[in-house]
């Protein structure tokens, strides 16, 4: 079943995750118009001088689980956890930007969730819940719904960058209708790490 949806999901991958190690994770992708908009706030943040490392416009998702490195057969026991996922469609609002580990010792900056962040928290918890069966970690009810923009590498202008985060507390980027959640494959690269989609459910 896994190998016959793999294949006609992106058929290229197969070999390769047969062949090796696949450091992979569990994700909802953000609609375009809202990147348009995470990515103003990237450029906003980096016209502050900050010792930081942005995500490439192109791999700005909401991670509901990072597997790490796993094996072709342990990827095929996420995609079983995966169809067994029950939900509909609905609206998730990216509102608000944040930090952890606070917004006064900032380390990984992210955009928030507002509406339909208890349905992101219901997937991750009956996908945390299924993982743990195949000795997966799990995150507990440490798990908090965020789109990481950005990641700094020193204290530089922490405290402009501070008040920033403080402005845009309650900021709404905007909505939109979830309708699939994917296994996403990354390949680190000198450049920055490379997404390719391995697997998807669709919400119906």
């Known amino acids: ?31 375009e118009r809202i990147v348009d908009e995470l990515v103003k706030v990237q450029e906003a943040m980096a016209s502050m001088n900050l010792d930081i ?45 944040g930090a ?12 928030g969730v507002g509406e339909g962040g208890s349905n992101v928290i219901e997937i991750y918890r009956f996908l945390d819940s299924g993982l ?23 204290d530089r202008n922490v405290r402009s960058l501070s008040s920033f985060l403080m402005n845009y507390g309650e900021k709404v980027f905007g909505s939109f209708i979830v309708t699939s959640v994917r296994l996403k494959k990354s390949v680190l690269t000198p450049r920055g790490p490379i997404y390719s989609n391995l697997y998807e459910i669709k919400l119906v």
Not at 8 to 30: G, K, N, T
Not at 100 to 111: E, I, K, L, M, Y
Not at 132 to 153: A, D, Q, V
């Open 1 to 31: 079943m896994f190998i016959k949806s793999l294949f006609s999901f992106s058929p290229y991958l197969f070999e390769v995750l047969i062949l090796s190690l696949v450091r992979a994770f569990i994700a909802i992708d953000v609609d």
């Open 53 to 97: 490392k942005f995500v490439e416009r192109e791999n700005i998702h909401l991670t509901l689980k990072f597997l790490g490195e796993i094996t072709a057969d342990r990827v095929n026991g996420v995609c079983d956890v995966m169809r067994g996922l029950k939900a509909s469609p609905f609206t998730l609002e990216v509102k608000g930007l």
């Open 100 to 111: 952890f580990p606070s917004v006064t010792r900032p380390r990984v900056v992210w955009a």
């Open 132 to 154: 743990r069966k195949l000795n997966f970690k799990s995150e507990g009810e440490e798990f908090t719904p965020h789109i990481t923009l950005g990641r700094l590498r020193s």
